[in-house]
């Protein structure tokens, strides 16, 4: 190859790809090459089939709720595992066919095989040297399995190999309780599984709000066995794998080991950069930039571990995809944080957490969706939201929340946060009756009571009517 190429990207996943995006408008000089399956992670293993998985569940833990509604015959129902999975597996072909079909069309410009540096501006391809102006590395992540446990063979299961099973159980253990833990465990137990879940955590999904843990673990331990603060133990016994904890002990047919990922960078080559790398092998990224320290390499997607979330991912590759065929790179504002785990109720962080805050000058509103009007209507009356404001201005700086169908109020208070408004100028917005965002509008005028008082005329300022229905 006489000139180098412009750039070469290693990994098609959600980061990749948006990469390659950006890359196509500016150059047709660049390679992508991917080791293994292509499709994303999202689509393949990760949220895509997972939230199949759930919505199945969900609708068949709605029969626990017909009798309150005075529908009868609930105990009728059936849960077929197999024509569920069959279901998972079907759209996730479909989503993986729309993924894969971003790079059908680039002839010799896709390449699958293994790459690794030889440096800031070589990357070797299955032995063969290519040279290149800059380099994009998003090779993504994989489940974190102890390597002991992979003598269990095909019964031990990550979401890479959960949702290629012909059925499941009828005993599971997940061990770890992080987002995807406590998503699986609850929609294997809520489609009639035996599950027992086990963390050495104390908190559940990311939570960082005790009150929320405490709601959490009591409605999860509502539905399966839930062990939490000491190590899993599994060994081999009659019947199955035992899996002790402390004092607890289950013997099961299956475990899910869903104790978080780790990038794929070990054979990489990064250590050929010349830049310091941690105890994990990780070189410094500018969350900004995606560059790697002055070096015309990019690290983008999952394989940075910074958030593992795909519109994270995937506005990384676009950073990614821009700076490397820029003459320098741009620093871009990053979007304000937002995470949501589809448990029910859904967990979501937004913004900036409670913990990185100072106490002092940050105020906190809370309600309870207990006796929410909405949510008892539906029997969604659980759950708790938190919203912290800055006491002095009253802008909106994060907030936590185990809510029903919480997805949605996160959102809306994700645009509040990055359109940096106050507390007043939400609740000067539209709340339509009767709807769950009343229960949002509830914590945020228990924030606003702990701020300076708007202006008299102010809708914002319009107080509970006292009938508890209606706030």
Request: with cysteine.
């Amino acid at each position: 190859m006489s000139q180098p190429l412009d750039t070469i990207i290693i990994g098609a996943g959600t980061a990749g790809l948006a990469a390659l995006r950006e890359v196509r408008k500016r150059t047709d000089r660049y390679l992508i090459v991917n080791e293994g399956p292509w499709g994303t992670t999202c689509a393949r293993v990760g949220c895509m089939p997972s939230k199949a998985l759930i919505e199945a569940a969900n609708a068949f833990h709605l029969r626990h709720a017909f009798e309150e509604f005075g529908l009868r015959g609930a105990n009728a129902l059936t849960a077929d595992l197999p024509a569920v999975l069959q279901r998972v597996r079907a759209l996730r072909d479909n989503f993986v066919a729309g993924a894969i079909k971003a790079t059908d069309d680039l002839g010799s410009a896709r390449i699958a095989g293994r790459a690794s540096l030889l440096g800031a501006n070589s990357v070797d391809i299955d032995g063969t040297a290519y040279p290149t102006r800059s380099i994009i590395i998003a090779t993504g992540s994989r489940p974190s399995v102890p390597e002991e446990w992979l003598a269990f063979g095909d019964r031990m299961l990550t979401t890479d190999t959960l949702f290629e099973q012909p059925t499941l159980g009828p005993r599971i253990a997940v061990i770890g309780m992080g987002p995807i833990g406590v998503e699986i465990s609850q929609a294997l137990a809520r489609l009639g599984l035996q599950v027992a879940a086990f963390t050495t955590s104390h908190t559940l999904a990311g939570l960082g709000n005790p009150a929320l843990n405490t709601e959490l673990t009591a409605l999860l331990k509502q539905e399966m066995v839930l062990h939490m603060g000491a190590k899993a133990q599994l060994r081999e016994v009659p019947g199955g794998i035992e899996v002790s904890s402390g004092p607890h002990r289950v013997v099961v047919d299956q475990v899910i080991a869903a104790m978080g990922r780790v990038p794929n960078i070990e054979h990489l080559g990064l250590d050929t950069l010349g830049v310091p790398l941690d105890k994990r092998g990780m070189p410094s990224v500018d969350p900004q930039t995606q560059q790697i320290g002055n070096l015309p390499v990019f690290l983008a997607g999952d394989a940075t571990t910074r958030a593992p979330l795909l519109h994270e991912a995937a506005d990384e590759g676009h950073i990614a995809g821009m700076n490397a065929l820029a003459a320098s790179p741009t620093r871009f504002r990053r979007r304000t944080p937002l995470g949501i785990v589809f448990c029910d109720p859904n967990i979501a962080t937004v913004g900036q957490r409670f913990a990185d805050m100072d106490p002092a000058h940050t105020v906190t509103g809370t309600t309870s969706f207990d006796n929410q009007g909405r949510a008892r209507t539906s029997q969604q009356n659980h759950g708790r939201i938190c919203i912290h404001a800055d006491q002095a201005t009253g802008r909106l700086l994060g907030a936590e929340m185990c809510a029903p169908q919480g997805e949605h109020m996160a959102h809306l208070l994700a645009l509040a946060i990055q359109q940096k408004l106050t507390v007043h100028d939400l609740l000067g917005m539209p709340f339509y009756h009767p709807t769950l965002e009343e229960g949002l509008r509830t914590a945020l005028r228990d924030t606003a009571r702990q701020l300076p008082e708007g202006r008299e005329s102010d809708l914002a300022a319009c107080t509970a009517i006292g009938v508890a229905a209606l706030e």
